[in-house]
């Protein structure tokens, strides 16, 4: 019996968060933002991402895609590791980083057959074009591509 949209969207969520940690310097997918502009773009680039982007400040956000990763973390299948570094204005602020735990491996893993192959092969070439970008380089990217989507056939 094939998974459905929602089982779909989180495992693809996690083959994200597993190829960002992957390919990332920092072994993790640097913040929330980082992790929501990735999703965006794969999305863009045809992944089935089930999730609604509307407008935010920092360009197209889902609160469903937040949710979604709150509860990964709550079930122990993602892992927030946690850092201090300053912002633009000097401030000190938290910066949580996202990466998959032996848990959230297995369950993928067990469900991968689930997926489409060339799917999980976009979103390797999306994570390894972004994942180190600049934030602001990541965020006006999507902000272009947000406000000026391709034309699908």
Known sequence: MPVSEKTRDIL????????????SAAGAVEGAVRLQKLVFLAREEGIPFGYHFNSHFRGPFSRELARDLDLLVDLGFVEVVKGRMLSATGRPIEKRSYRLTSKGERLLSRLSHELDKGHLDKIRQVVAKYIDAEISDLVEESLRRWLMPAKRS
């Open 12 to 23: 693809y969520l996690l083959s994200l968060i597993r190829e960002g940690s992957r390919l």
